[in-house]
């Protein structure tokens, strides 16, 4: 009768490590469970009636209302050149950034304000910063193509900035050899070896930027998005299903662009 | 004799051949004509460009001093919004499972179901988490509810996306293992596919939260609860020293929850 008899029944391995873990990573999810759903505010009889609305909605959605197309068009047309032009500017601001936030080629002030920016400029969610364009450059695609064009420039100057720091020292030093000026170097050495990479990382941003112009104009910084929330707060359902639909069409087709250029250059 | 060598080995070196460079010529002009077109047709008002930077110190001056005493009063908002993304993402984590085994090629049981699978993972990532957090709203009222299934509307396809992906590419040795003892096909997925694929779902699950954290904090502009209301209302109230506490707040929570997500992606690989 030994008790370290083998097992007869087969239990799959721990994901965490030990069974102990395994229990506890348990026992802390459900613990965290039920404190969140017990400390936050829900309504649960508004919440119930929803069910009966959401077949309410439904019903007003379909079918979509396309009687209105011109104003559609105009909204989405305004969102895709806030991303196009907000990419562009993106991509030519991020090349100082880029330098300044690469190690191997900045000052450690330099190098430290640059990442400085970066980290605060990631925080913040797009929307916010469109209401702070807003308030600067009013209303308008404007205060959109400014906060697409600065959260464009973050993203992509730490991309390049990542690049920079990843690249072979032979390149960059035989260049600097040959007496080369920093602009030289950074054009025949550097460039080079980040340039297909990032003109990746910049068709990846557009289509960020698509997906992000259609909502910044809920606080009023232009596109599709402002005649989306209108709409909602209109209760004018059925032109808010053409507006989804037509956003969900535009992204999807930005995405699928994105995925075929880049399918493309390799 | 002569001809037929220049003709294959050119005197001159060029960088590209002549198709290559056309079609180089070909995106510049594209990207050109783009930005043109982006730029000048967007009606941009140039005077507002020219007292910018006074409206920015303007601003900048009314923010200092933060009003701190506010903060006690976005505590409990700063704590739903974590929450929000929390319960979010967790919600999405659980539908995504059954929809990555549908969208995948090798598990999808028939091609209408595997249609059906990538129909959601399109529809869920098309879609914006305010735009969803709209649609919520509309449906089960304002408050940190819409605001939780706007989270997991948006992440569902996200992470099922990446799964389905990892589930293409799952080993087939210990399927076909386990196809061998008899097992059923659910018994193959989870005993078989599910291990293989639970580090990059537990991974992009973690990714995923952290980006919601950030996407929560601006929930609340459209009324699907969080620290966003707080922020909106100060805003329109020009409390312009309320703001910059929020703003602090939502830096603090943002910069924390990418530490955690990257410390525990660190420890998973």
Do not use: C
């Not at chain 1, 309410?56 to 379909?62: H, P, Y």
């Not at chain 1, 992000?212 to 989306?228: C, D, E, K, N, R």
């Not at chain 2, 700063?78 to 549908?102: C, K, Q, Y």
């Not at chain 2, 389905?164 to 076909?176: F, H, K, L, Q, T």
């Amino acid at each position: 009768m030994s008790a370290v008899a083998a097992p007869t029944r087969w239990r799959p391995p721990p994901f965490f490590g030990t069974r102990t873990r395994q229990n506890l990573v348990w026992a802390l999810a459900i613990g965290y469970l039920v404190w969140s759903v017990a400390t936050l505010d829900i309504d649960t009889k508004r919440a119930l009636a929803g069910f009966g609305r959401a077949l309410d909605l439904f019903a007003r959605m379909i079918p979509p209302d396309f009687m209105r197309w011109e104003l559609l068009v105009k909204g989405m047309v305004e969102s895709l050149q806030m991303a196009i032009a907000s990419t562009l500017v993106g991509v030519v601001l991020s090349v100082p950034l880029g330098i300044a936030a690469a190690r191997n080629l900045s000052p450690k002030p330099v190098y430290v304000a640059a990442r400085g920016l970066i980290v605060a400029g990631r925080t913040f969610h797009e929307v916010i910063i469109a209401i702070f364009f807003v308030k600067l450059f009013g209303f308008g695609p404007v205060a959109g193509l400014l906060t697409l064009a600065f959260a464009s420039m973050i993203f992509l100057g730490k991309m390049l900035a990542e690049d920079i720091e990843n690249i072979r020292e032979g390149p960059v030093e035989a260049i600097r050899a040959t007496g080369a000026s920093f602009g030289q170097v950074f054009v025949y050495g550097v460039l080079p070896q980040v340039l297909s990479r990032q003109t990746g990382t910049t068709i990846y941003r557009l289509d960020a930027n698509v997906r992000h112009s259609t909502v910044v104009g809920i606080v009023g910084a232009g596109g599709i998005g402002h005649t989306l929330s209108a709409s909602f707060s209109r209760y004018d359902y059925d032109f808010a299903a053409a507006i989804l639909l037509s956003i969900a069409a535009l992204v999807a087709l930005g995405e699928w662009f994105s995925d075929w250029v880049r399918r493309r250059m390799r | 004799m002569s001809s037929t060598v220049a003709t294959r080995y050119p005197e001159v070196w060029r960088k590209r051949t002549p198709r290559e460079s056309a079609i180089q010529w070909a995106w510049m002009v594209a990207v050109a004509v783009a930005a043109v077109w982006s730029v000048s047709a967007l009606d941009i008002e140039w005077a507002f460009f020219l007292d910018a930077h006074e409206q920015a110190a303007d601003l900048i001056d009314r923010m200092w001093p933060p009003s701190w005493s506010y903060l006690p009063v976005i505590l409990e908002p700063l704590v739903e919004t974590i929450h929000i993304a929390t319960l979010g993402t967790a919600v999405a984590l659980v539908l995504s499972v059954p929809i990555a085994f549908l969208a995948a090629r090798n598990t999808a049981a028939n091609g209408f179901t595997w249609a059906v699978g990538r129909a959601i993972l399109v529809g869920s990532r098309s879609v914006n988490t305010i735009i969803w957090g709209l649609l919520f709203v509309a449906i089960f009222g304002p408050g940190p509810l819409a605001g939780i299934l706007a989270v997991a509307a948006r992440s569902v396809g996200f992470l099922a996306k990446l799964v389905a992906e990892a589930i293409e590419e799952a080993d087939r040795g210990p399927i076909e293992a386990i196809e061998a003892t008899g097992a059923s096909t659910l018994q193959v997925y989870l005993v078989g596919v599910l291990p293989q694929v639970m580090p990059v779902l537990i991974g992009t699950t973690v990714y995923r939260w952290d980006i919601n954290v950030r996407e929560s904090s601006v929930l609340g502009f459209v009324g699907a609860g969080g620290i966003g209301l707080y922020l909106y209302a100060s805003i329109n109230q020009f409390a312009w020293q309320q703001v910059l506490v929020v703003l602090s707040a939502i830096l603090l929570i943002v910069i924390a929850s990418e530490a955690v997500s990257a410390w525990i992606r660190g420890r998973i690989s």
